[in-house]
């Protein structure tokens, strides 16, 4: 059975919805239908269709490869999203280098930047021999050099224009127009393109999030401008787990693979000071020592809470508990929080350590040097249990952590650690503290 459309006799201007005045020629009352065979999709069988290339485009980026999945697919789009500043540019043109290095050709699409600024900082990192680079940001000759080379790295999505299409370049519209057509070029040609777009702090302004059902894979590029950390996770992957995270440090010479991200997360960590807590995340696969800071002073007007790497409404809830449980008040305190380092930690686990910080800044009293903290804090108080606990400890008694509290619930055993079992905050502060 044929589809039918509506098609106006006026222009010849399609739809599938009835409407009443024609949108392209503006005539009332002129849509007929007509049978339409180009509409209707010829059913494949599955067993036909032929296996999607598995061979990844590596850039021997070890840390980028693994969050990738491996490496690029060809014909795969993917976004590396992260706030200006933080490292884009230098991480894509170093996996450019690699490619390169890996035989294959890339097209760096500079929009952000003149060819000379790009070619300053190919030669500050060591690479770029070997990349192409056009200044171009037309989106339709953009489409045209796509299957010209086997990654594109467009640097950024911001900077593209489609000409068919009204409004600014970076507007909603336009992100997603030029990435929906670069997706299409890319599958059609089987390039793989890795589209760079800025996002603000708060992840939804510029665009890029509403991108990410238009492409295969999304990476975040995270860390804090004033630290030297960076993390790249993968937030959506098509084609691998969302569970890696990659850590590199910025250096002056480029982005750095970081092999010991505990050890150096825990290197500016001093012991003995009040309101310090370690716990350890898990990121992906990977175990994660990390300091948790708290501060806890006189509010001069309402109590504030601020979290920097710390979700602010998991602040204020755990502040309340600490209230309600421990006696400790804080209704007239500012309490800061943060995740040395410069990383998120978003993570249930890290609770008990941030309830313990909090506790020992209120208090003036710091915690024992080789204590560290895993658990979830519940609403009313009690200690939770989180996975992965072996391997947390694993990390925790490898960065010199002799004593962990953990959950009741916990089934851990460990040799050279003290694993001392808490029911609820109150009895962890007793411990602690
Ligand atoms: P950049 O890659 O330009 O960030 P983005 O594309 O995300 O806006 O790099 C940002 C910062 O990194 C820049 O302010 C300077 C610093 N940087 C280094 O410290 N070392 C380096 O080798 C390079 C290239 C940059
Ligand atoms: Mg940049």
């Known amino acids: 059975m044929a589809a039918t459309i509506l098609v106006c006799i006026e222009c010849g201007h399609r739809s599938l919805q009835w409407i009443g005045r024609c949108p392209k020629c503006g005539a009332w009352e002129s849509f007929q239908g007509e049978s339409d065979n180009s509409l209707i999709p010829r059913p494949v069988r599955i067993a036909e269709v032929r296996q999607s290339s598995n061979d990844r485009i590596k850039s021997g980026i070890n840390e980028l490869d693994r969050v990738l999945g491996g490496g690029l697919v060809p014909g795969s789009v993917v976004l590396v999203a992260g706030e200006p500043g933080i490292g884009k540019s230098t991480l894509t043109l170093q996996a450019a280098a690699g490619f390169v290095a890996n035989g294959k050709s890339v097209l760096l699409v500079c929009g952000e930047e003149s060819l000379e600024q790009v070619a300053d900082r190919a030669r500050r990192v060591g690479g770029g021999v070997g990349i192409d680079a056009v200044p171009d940001t037309d989106l339709p000759s953009l489409v045209e050099l796509l299957s010209s080379h086997d990654v594109v790295v467009v640097d950024s999505i911001q900077t593209l224009r489609d000409p068919q299409l009204a409004g600014d370049q970076g507007s909603v519209s336009q992100v997603r127009s030029c990435a929906a057509a670069i997706g299409r070029a890319a599958r059609a040609s089987g390039s793989a393109v890795i589209l760079v777009g800025h996002v603000t702090k708060d992840g939804t302004v510029a665009g890029p999030r509403t991108l990410e059902h238009l492409v295969d894979a999304v990476l ?214």
């Open 220 to 433: 975040l590029f995270e860390g804090d401008r004033g630290h030297q950390l960076r993390a790249v996770r993968s937030v959506k992957n098509r084609y691998g787990s969302t569970a890696e995270l990659g850590v590199f440090e910025m250096r002056p010479d480029g982005l750095a693979q970081v092999s010991d991200a505990s050890g150096l997360l825990l290197t500016d960590r001093q012991a003995n000071v009040c309101g310090s807590v370690v716990t350890c995340m898990m990121e992906g696969r990977r175990p994660l020592a990390i300091e948790i800071q708290a501060l806890a002073i006189d509010a001069s007007g309402p109590a504030r809470r601020v979290g920097t790497g710390i979700d602010n409404s998991r602040l204020m809830t755990l502040a309340a508990i600490l209230e309600k449980v421990s006696g400790i008040i804080l209704s007239k305190k500012d309490v800061y929080a943060s995740a040395a380092g410069g990383l998120r930690a978003g993570e249930p686990a890290v609770d008990l350590a941030l309830v313990l910080a909090i506790a020992s800044t209120a208090k003036s009293k710091p915690l024992g040097p080789d204590i560290a903290a895993i658990g979830e804090v519940g609403l009313a108080g009690e200690i939770r249990g989180v996975p992965n606990m072996d391997r947390r400890i694993q990390e925790l008694s490898r960065m010199g952590f002799s004593t962990v509290l953990v959950p009741s619930s916990a089934s851990v055993e460990a040799e050279s650690t003290k694993i001392v079992r808490t029911v609820d905050v109150k009895s962890a502060i007793s411990f602690a503290l």
